[in-house]
């Protein structure tokens, strides 16, 4: 279960012209990923030009499926690496999502850190820090 330290600044995506689009979805609760309209590839993180066509005109961001299965994790279990805000013990997973991406996040408070092994089926769900931001995290998987 992820918990935060009150007081503590929680660490905040960077935004800039490039993942805009993306964090104003997350904002509303919506999780999308970047597509290509040409060659139809998806990517993560979010970029002006697709690698494969080499053309500044083509991403676009789509909904995604929001479901995945964890690729990979680490537990912090002590608070010499972990972040301050947060109670440990948290999770950090890497997440490969249907569209074949790889997302990186914390887990959310139905999953407790003993639970997670490679494989496992998550889902995304939000989290509403404040009222500027609100972050993903993943969940169990219902189906
Ligand atoms: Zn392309």
């Not at 999780?31 to 979010?46: L, R």
């Not at 479901?67 to 805000?85: F, H, L, N, Q, R």
Request: hydrophobic letters at 35%.
């Amino acid at each position: 279960m992820v918990e935060y330290v009150p007081g503590i600044p929680i660490l905040k995506p960077y935004i800039d012209a490039d993942n805009k689009a993306y964090w104003d979805a997350v904002k509303e609760e919506k999780f999308v990923v970047q597509q290509c309209n040409k060659c139809k590839n998806y990517y993560q993180p979010p970029r002006p030009m697709c690698p494969e066509c080499l053309t500044l005109d083509t991403m676009e961001f789509v909904p995604s499926t929001g479901k995945g299965e964890v690729y990979s994790y680490i537990i912090y279990t002590t608070d010499k690496m972990a972040y301050p805000a947060m109670k440990i013990p948290y999770a950090v997973m890497v997440v490969e999502m249907e569209e074949g991406v790889r997302i990186t996040a914390n887990n959310a408070p139905d999953i407790d850190t003993d639970e997670i092994y490679i494989g496992m089926p998550v889902e995304v769900t939000f989290a509403k820090i404040d009222d500027d931001l609100t972050l993903y995290q993943f969940k169990k998987r219902k189906s």
